[in-house]
């Protein structure tokens, strides 16, 4: 990328910071900050519970994803937006349940989309005067060449990473029949710098490898914006450790090797060393530029793990509701904010992310909003004992095919709530299980039937949750 195009997007997101933008919600900024923090979302795809060494892993090594675990706070009760991709990623995007945009199940790459009614984390922080860029797997629409290239032309077509707020972008082509076929031919990583778009062009094509790519372009986006005296937020998320399962740069695949390991599990766990390399990188980044300190860490994953993954001590895994399917790794770092080496037993959903993340940059969200998520700041930089909260909502759509090892553990669901220690999940609204998982995480004892109180207040809550409204444009804008 050359660095005068980075230098007009930062000219050009400068006026839009001014007022060319048109404000959808009304957000303001509280008081201000003498030097505004920047902000990095790290979101790995298909990561598990039990794939981190820090989060018990006793099969991958991921010493630089430990040690900036353990500058922040960890925590045991973070739930992703859902057990697959498109629906948990609108939610981190948005800070609501992916079912308020009727999103049951992962993108086709056909005419879905995350609506463009719906405001964004990117817009938010845009406003308040932060450059905004998104690096990585997308996944909600809108890049497919016949959408880019119409947007070029000023014609309509789903909206992009750039059209939900974003100042910069750099994603792979979405949709066939390039991506199914880079997939079918395990060459997603090791060929994906051939087919990618670059702010709704077709970027330059790069023989690196697609993890690599995404961090040296995160790197630049780092130095213009630091070279600007702006803040940033940079959303980079990961295709790792995502089929398909590529052996990845050495000396990653040889350590695995040489400890006798086999087949895809050798692949996934050297793609899961290299992506951990690649933070390290980052990490080393920010702190030869002195900007380490005063940067708000975020890292996570967006549903359980695949096939090749572990959900550590929980139940199912991607595509299924249980535990594994939803309960995943995550982990905030800001020195001297957050309390190093800490951990928090607290529930926390990704819809927090958003008004957590503007609570700690002081940006005042109004109440129009309607988020589903709550700020969790004070547990960030507190972690004073248990935060009592509302009821939280899963929805998806079934999937019979179970994305992770053995049989997908039945009885089927397609809805969940919980609240408190109790998690409920039904068949739509017939309740089918009832866990306490204060004393039972990994879902052994179901206690359906003997709790009768419980399950008439879950019952209730679930149904009017589920007959609850739901924007549908982005089923319906492009038809």
Same mark, same amino acid.
């Given at each position: 990328m050359q660095p005068k195009s980075i230098v007009v997007i930062f000219i050009l997101s400068a006026a839009l910071a001014i007022g060319v933008r048109c404000q959808k919600e009304k957000i303001q900024s509280t008081e201000d900050i003498?030097? @505004? @923090?920047?902000v990095i979302v790290l979101l790995a795809d298909d990561l598990g519970y039990g794939d981190l060494s820090i989060y018990g892993s006793q099969s991958i090594e991921t010493p630089n994803i430990d040690s900036l675990a353990r500058l922040g706070m960890r925590f045991s009760s973070f739930y992703a937006g859902s057990a697959v991709c498109s629906p948990s990623r609108a939610c981190l995007l948005t800070g609501k349940f992916p079912l308020r945009f009727d999103i049951r199940r992962h993108f086709t790459d056909e005419e879905e989309h995350l609506p463009t009614s719906a405001t964004t984390i990117s817009e938010i922080l845009g406003r308040a005067g932060y450059f905004t860029a998104h690096i990585g797997k997308w996944h909600l629409g809108g890049l497919r060449p016949k959408d880019y290239k119409a947007r070029n032309l000023g014609q309509k077509a789903n909206p992009g990473p750039l059209q939900h707020g974003f100042d910069h972008s750099l994603?792979?082509?979405e949709g066939a029949p390039i991506r199914p076929d880079l997939i079918n031919k395990r060459q997603l990583y090791r060929q994906g710098?051939?087919?990618?778009?670059?702010n709704d062009q077709r970027a330059k094509e790069n023989s690196g490898h697609w993890t690599e790519i995404k961090v040296d372009e995160a790197i630049e986006v780092i130095d213009m914006s630091t070279k600007a005296q702006k803040p940033f937020f940079l959303n980079l998320w990961f295709d790792v450790p995502h089929t398909p399962y590529e052996p990845a740069p050495e000396p990653h695949y040889s350590k695995y090797k040489r400890l006798g390991v086999q087949g895809d599990q050798l692949k996934f766990r050297s793609m899961v060393s290299h992506l951990d390399a690649n933070?390290?990188?980052l990490i080393r980044h920010l702190k030869g530029k002195g900007i380490f300190e005063n940067t708000l860490i975020l890292f996570t994953s967006d549903n359980g793990p695949a096939y090749e993954?572990?959900?550590g001590p929980f139940r199912g895994g991607k595509t299924d509701l249980h535990e594994g399917g939803i309960r995943v790794p995550m982990f905030a770092v800001w020195k001297n904010k957050i309390p190093q080496n800490s951990h928090s037993f607290n529930t926390i959903h990704m819809a927090d992310l958003l008004p957590t993340v503007c609570d700690a940059v002081n940006i005042k969200i109004e109440d129009s909003?309607?988020?589903d998520g709550k700020s969790q700041w004070n547990v960030f930089t507190d972690n004073e004992g248990y935060t009592l909260r509302e009821? +939280? =909502?899963?929805?998806?759509?079934?999937y019979k095919h179970f994305q992770n090892q053995g049989p997908k553990p039945k009885p089927f669901s397609t809805s969940v709530v919980i609240e408190g220690k109790w998690k409920m999940l039904a068949d739509s609204i017939n309740p089918v299980e009832l866990f306490n998982l204060q004393q039972d995480h990994r879902e052994l004892y179901n206690l359906l039937g003997s709790e009768p109180e419980i399950e008439r207040s879950l019952s209730g809550k679930l149904e009017d949750f +589920?007959?609850?409204?739901?924007?549908?444009?982005? =089923?319906l804008e492009s038809n």
């Amino acid at each position: 990328m050359q660095p005068k195009s980075i230098v007009v997007i930062f000219i050009l997101s400068a006026a839009l910071a001014i007022g060319v933008r048109c404000q959808k919600e009304k957000i303001q900024s509280t008081e201000d900050i003498a030097i @505004p @923090p920047n902000v990095i979302v790290l979101l790995a795809d298909d990561l598990g519970y039990g794939d981190l060494s820090i989060y018990g892993s006793q099969s991958i090594e991921t010493p630089n994803i430990d040690s900036l675990a353990r500058l922040g706070m960890r925590f045991s009760s973070f739930y992703a937006g859902s057990a697959v991709c498109s629906p948990s990623r609108a939610c981190l995007l948005t800070g609501k349940f992916p079912l308020r945009f009727d999103i049951r199940r992962h993108f086709t790459d056909e005419e879905e989309h995350l609506p463009t009614s719906a405001t964004t984390i990117s817009e938010i922080l845009g406003r308040a005067g932060y450059f905004t860029a998104h690096i990585g797997k997308w996944h909600l629409g809108g890049l497919r060449p016949k959408d880019y290239k119409a947007r070029n032309l000023g014609q309509k077509a789903n909206p992009g990473p750039l059209q939900h707020g974003f100042d910069h972008s750099l994603t792979s082509i979405e949709g066939a029949p390039i991506r199914p076929d880079l997939i079918n031919k395990r060459q997603l990583y090791r060929q994906g710098g051939k087919y990618m778009v670059r702010n709704d062009q077709r970027a330059k094509e790069n023989s690196g490898h697609w993890t690599e790519i995404k961090v040296d372009e995160a790197i630049e986006v780092i130095d213009m914006s630091t070279k600007a005296q702006k803040p940033f937020f940079l959303n980079l998320w990961f295709d790792v450790p995502h089929t398909p399962y590529e052996p990845a740069p050495e000396p990653h695949y040889s350590k695995y090797k040489r400890l006798g390991v086999q087949g895809d599990q050798l692949k996934f766990r050297s793609m899961v060393s290299h992506l951990d390399a690649n933070i390290g990188r980052l990490i080393r980044h920010l702190k030869g530029k002195g900007i380490f300190e005063n940067t708000l860490i975020l890292f996570t994953s967006d549903n359980g793990p695949a096939y090749e993954g572990s959900p550590g001590p929980f139940r199912g895994g991607k595509t299924d509701l249980h535990e594994g399917g939803i309960r995943v790794p995550m982990f905030a770092v800001w020195k001297n904010k957050i309390p190093q080496n800490s951990h928090s037993f607290n529930t926390i959903h990704m819809a927090d992310l958003l008004p957590t993340v503007c609570d700690a940059v002081n940006i005042k969200i109004e109440d129009s909003l309607n988020l589903d998520g709550k700020s969790q700041w004070n547990v960030f930089t507190d972690n004073e004992g248990y935060t009592l909260r509302e009821p +939280l =909502f899963w929805q998806m759509d079934l999937y019979k095919h179970f994305q992770n090892q053995g049989p997908k553990p039945k009885p089927f669901s397609t809805s969940v709530v919980i609240e408190g220690k109790w998690k409920m999940l039904a068949d739509s609204i017939n309740p089918v299980e009832l866990f306490n998982l204060q004393q039972d995480h990994r879902e052994l004892y179901n206690l359906l039937g003997s709790e009768p109180e419980i399950e008439r207040s879950l019952s209730g809550k679930l149904e009017d949750f +589920l007959q609850a409204e739901r924007n549908r444009s982005g =089923f319906l804008e492009s038809n």
